[in-house]
């Protein structure tokens, strides 16, 4: 029977430690006297749950990794800031795969493409130093788990790959997502270190002098601008986006404010809305944008029938996003339609009569497509990058409904919504974005084809539906083949290449 100290909620995020005094492995200069034990709780679930092998094939079940602890508390300390603040992934190399739910999804992804591929895998390798549990194994066997910051919440993604070298243990978690909030992990990730880092008078080792040297000095601080620029910038130094953002909060005499804990658990509106932006955007466009924020500021929030259909529903929680935003659309529309017999969703009219204001501005070529702003002390507003080339033509519409989907149920109780539409932005979200805007503007009732539809009449007669639904082409063809209106086959025939 082991005695474990817990650190955490284990319904949401807990660690458990004890030293050890049986060690089984020749004691390394760097983790001497750490021989221990370890677990790590997420949702309930002990991802430390392993089947060992032994030479005699005999398998028995251990619920803990039974190492030198050292390691674990070295690369925390280590990455301590980036493992907490770090939000993007590394964009050389990527392979876009709007399917990947979890940052362990987009490694794995990026891994099978381009791992034998050196030049473009490097820095996901040292993202992965980061972010990969396993690279504080030194050794030992450690759960195959990810940590990625999500605005105010971490990500913690798993799975049971079999580590090199370890081919004997094997990890029962099943590939798993869950998040906690980053003031629950990094207390609980805090305190597991405090106790143990507790000075022992009888005997001194060099590498943990090391470690508490590092550890005091992160908890001396001040955390806040590197916090914000690992946050926007993958950086410790200020990037282009934490600059832009400092110069502007600093001339609205609103510079950040330095943190009480060693690390940022609540992110402000303005860092939270700059956290998907594109680093290549423009500084007067970054400007223009924090302008539009002030601007939205005000004492009314919603109005009664907005705040009626408002929902807090994380988009990650949904195993298909996508059927989730069908749904959403379909049965929002139920409530708001105000032509429900008209030939298109009046989108413009819908929003009007939620008191959602619509801003068409000009937020340069690399700006987000649309932005979201509503909740606490702000009136709900949609902004509409008219320099981007998605929103030419029939696309405002398409921004506006997807930009509502977020007003209605991307909120967080704890700050005002203030996302922008990017490629940088959690794909689920954007997924179920997209979903509940092509439903909204193209519902089952509108996006019909007449039954007697010839094939050789199919382009045109999408055409005239597109021109009625005031969609674009290219939106209704890819619809209609997803809600199964025309096949696979009919919307390769009528697509333009
Ligand atoms: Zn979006």
Redesign the pocket.
């Known amino acids: 029977m082991i005695n474990f100290e817990t650190f955490g909620d284990k319904a949401d995020f807990a660690l458990e430690f004890a030293l050890l005094s049986d060690s089984i492995a020749a004691e390394p200069e760097e983790s001497k006297g750490s021989w221990g034990a370890w677990r790590l709780w997420v949702a309930g679930v002990n991802l430390c749950d392993i089947r060992l092998q032994g030479a005699d094939g005999y398998t028995s079940a251990v619920q803990e990794v039974r190492w030198f602890l050292a390691p674990v508390f070295r690369w925390l300390v280590d990455n301590w800031m980036p493992l907490l603040h770090e939000k993007r992934l590394p964009q050389e190399g990527t392979v876009v795969d709007r399917r990947s739910c979890s940052a362990r999804d987009a490694y794995l992804a990026t891994l099978e493409s381009a791992g034998d591929d050196p030049a473009r895998f490097y820095p996901w390798q040292e993202w992965a130093g980061r972010h990969s549990l396993r690279s504080a194994s030194e050794g030992g066997i450690v759960p195959d788990v990810f940590f990625q910051r999500m605005e105010d919440e971490i990500e913690i993604s798993w799975g049971n790959r079999i580590q090199p070298g370890a081919e004997a243990a094997m990890f029962m978690a099943e590939s798993g997502v869950a998040r906690a909030s980053v003031d629950c992990v990094a207390d609980a990730l805090a305190s597991a270190i405090d106790w143990f880092l507790v000075p022992n008078d009888s005997v001194v080792f060099d590498w943990k002098s090391e470690l508490t040297d590092s550890w005091t000095k992160i908890k001396a601080g001040p955390i806040g601008k590197s916090a914000v620029s690992w946050y926007l910038d993958s950086n410790p130094k200020p990037g282009p986006l934490t600059k832009t953002i400092l110069s502007v909060l600093e001339k609205l005499k609103n510079p950040p404010q330095p943190q009480e804990s060693p690390w940022l658990g609540t992110l402000s509106p303005e860092v939270a809305m700059f956290g998907d932006l594109s680093p290549k955007i423009t500084n007067p466009a970054a400007a223009k944008l924090l302008a539009e924020y002030f601007k939205a500021r005000s004492e009314t929030g919603d109005s009664d029938t907005l705040k009626s259909l408002v929902s807090e529903q994380p988009a990650w929680v949904h195993s298909s996003p996508w059927h989730n935003g069908y749904a959403l659309a379909l049965e929002v529309l139920d409530k708001i339609d105000p032509a429900p017999k008209a030939s298109e969703s009046r989108i413009e009219t819908m929003l009007e009569n939620l008191g959602v204001r619509v801003r068409e501005v000009k937020l340069g070529r690399h700006g ?3 932005v ?1 702003l509503a909740g606490a002390s702000l009136k709900p507003t949609i902004l509409v990058n008219l320099d981007h080339l998605k929103n030419e033509h029939r696309g405002k519409r398409f921004t506006m409904a ?2 509502l ?2 007003i209605l149920f991307d909120r967080t109780s704890a700050r005002p919504l203030t ?4 490629p940088w ?1 959690s794909p689920t ?2 997924q179920r ?2 979903a509940f805007a092509a439903m909204f503007l193209m519902p089952l009732n509108r996006a019909k084809l007449s039954p007697n539809t010839r094939r050789s009449d199919l382009k045109n007669e999408i055409g005239k539906l597109a021109d009625r639904l005031k969609v674009s082409r290219a939106a209704l063809r890819q619809h209609l083949a997803n809600i199964h209106e025309i096949s696979q086959e009919e919307l390769e025939f009528v697509s333009p290449y």
């Not at 996302?419 to 990017?422: E, G, L, M, R």
């Open positions: 987000p497509r649309g979201a997807h930009e989907c977020h996302h922008t539409s990017t932005a979200v954007e974005a997209n």
